[in-house]
């Protein structure tokens, strides 16, 4: 991405759904320009044909970025540009070892001239965290680990401390993105899919089913669709067992997010989110947050196979599971909308070489040796 850090947190509200049917949010936020919207929506066709011809649909999230697509740069323009509005030059944020937002967050904060600290936990080890462990660090960014979410807890202080220490506490960014502002992306996306509803380009869903880690993505779905007018209902389908939100906390981070835009938009309609809107599918975990499923691996390998479309183990490709099995039981009749919150834009090209795995942190460099589990 080229252009200042400043001109890149100027107002970018040309191109938001929400702004075009409210206009005061158009410079309400500060955003950075860090996605191509909208995201294309079409029929799984050849999918659906093994289905018996089931009404599936996909949204193209995959392809929502230059440099990192997927779910994180909707959110991520909306916090980076708040650190730059604010003068950070470091950014601080938390997930697995292989986290993609962790690695999102430091591709597209090198790319506005921002630094990256990031906090990491172990995961279940695949061939796939360990590229990203390499991305994270030819992105570079810090990379902080720690055995235990305690442990982190604590080495995560110590570097907040020294960074004030050198004169700026880092901007701090939850894990996923996760907090009323990043959850905005999510609305605006809800307004997007209105638009491409009113345009012809799909029918209304009547489900929409998407990945659940830290939940910020389904507040913002389901927020964003009782504000747009939508009928749709979202299906979370949880990933992670490490914390998962409940139906309630997403409930108040949409009302506190909702509570942000009409102070900017008083004439947003006054909309209850009820935990009840939020329906979370939890059976498709597995062992565990990151652990591969065989549902999700066979899910994964027919989309690839049938409309050549890549997913991954830890998120996207368990949610996908979930839907084949809505359709297959027939418990979720009509028209589901699959989420694609994957990225397929490839890191490694903006980053040149990967470096070797003794470049990382030495308390990292462990996870290269011995066998890794089966993507």
């Known amino acids: 991405m080229t252009g200042s850090p400043q001109a890149a947190a100027a107002d970018a509200g040309d191109n938001l759904a929400m702004a075009r049917a409210f206009p005061a949010l158009r410079t309400a936020l500060p955003r950075a320009h860090l996605t191509r919207l909208p995201t294309r929506v079409h029929r799984l066709t050849q999918l659906a044909a093994t289905l018996g011809g089931a009404e599936l649909w996909i949204k193209r999230d995959d392809e929502c970025g230059i440099l990192y697509g997927g779910n994180k740069p909707r959110k991520l323009e909306f916090l980076l540009g708040d650190a730059l509005a604010r003068g950070k030059r470091t950014v601080i944020t938390s997930g697995g070892i292989g986290t993609h937002h962790g690695l999102a967050t430091a591709i597209c904060a090198r790319s506005l001239g921002l630094r990256t600290i990031l906090l990491l936990l172990k995961q279940p080890l695949t061939e796939h965290v360990r590229r990203c462990l390499l991305l994270d660090y030819a992105a570079g960014a810090e990379?902080?680990?720690?055995?235990?979410?305690?442990?982190?807890?604590?080495?995560?202080?110590?570097?907040?401390?020294?960074?004030?220490?050198?004169?700026?506490?880092?901007?701090?960014?939850?894990?996923?993105?996760?907090?009323?502002?990043?959850?905005?992306?999510?609305?605006?996306?809800?307004?997007?899919?209105?638009?491409?509803?009113?345009?012809?380009?799909?029918?209304?869903?009547?489900?929409?089913?998407?990945?659940?880690?830290?939940?910020?993505?389904?507040?913002?779905?389901?927020?964003?669709?009782?504000?747009?007018?939508?009928?749709?209902?979202?299906?979370?389908?949880?990933?992670?067992?490490?914390?998962?939100?409940?139906?309630?906390?997403?409930?108040?981070?949409?009302?506190?997010?909702?509570?942000?835009?009409?102070?900017?938009?008083?004439?947003?309609?006054?909309?209850?989110?009820?935990?009840?809107?939020?329906?979370?599918?939890?059976?498709?975990?597995?062992?565990?947050?990151?652990?591969?499923?065989?549902?999700?691996?066979?899910?994964?390998?027919?989309?690839?196979?049938?409309?050549?479309?890549?997913?991954?183990?830890?998120?996207?490709?368990?949610?996908?599971?979930?839907?084949?099995?809505?359709?297959?039981?027939?418990?979720?009749?009509?028209?589901?909308?699959f989420w694609n919150t994957y990225s397929s834009v490839d890191p490694a090209a903006h980053l040149g070489p990967l470096p070797d795995f003794h470049r990382l942190p030495p308390r990292l460099q462990r996870f290269f040796s011995g066998p890794a589990l089966a993507a």
């Open 143 to 337: 990379l902080v680990y720690g055995a235990s979410i305690a442990s982190l807890a604590v080495r995560g202080l110590g570097v907040c401390a020294r960074e004030l220490l050198r004169g700026e506490l880092p901007y701090i960014i939850p894990t996923g993105g996760t907090s009323a502002r990043g959850t905005v992306g999510y609305v605006n996306a809800a307004f997007e899919l209105h638009e491409q509803i009113a345009a012809g380009e799909l029918p209304e869903p009547d489900w929409i089913f998407v990945p659940m880690g830290s939940g910020g993505t389904v507040a913002g779905l389901v927020l964003g669709a009782a504000l747009a007018g939508l009928r749709s209902r979202v299906v979370a389908v949880l990933v992670s067992d490490i914390f998962p939100p409940s139906a309630m906390q997403l409930a108040r981070l949409a009302t506190r997010t909702l509570v942000g835009l009409r102070r900017h938009a008083p004439s947003l309609p006054q909309v209850t989110v009820s935990p009840k809107a939020i329906r979370i599918v939890d059976e498709y975990v597995g062992p565990g947050y990151g652990t591969p499923t065989e549902a999700g691996r066979s899910a994964r390998d027919a989309l690839a196979a049938l409309e050549d479309i890549r997913l991954e183990t830890t998120y996207t490709a368990k949610c996908l599971a979930a839907v084949l099995d809505a359709v297959r039981g027939g418990t979720y009749p009509g028209r589901i909308l």
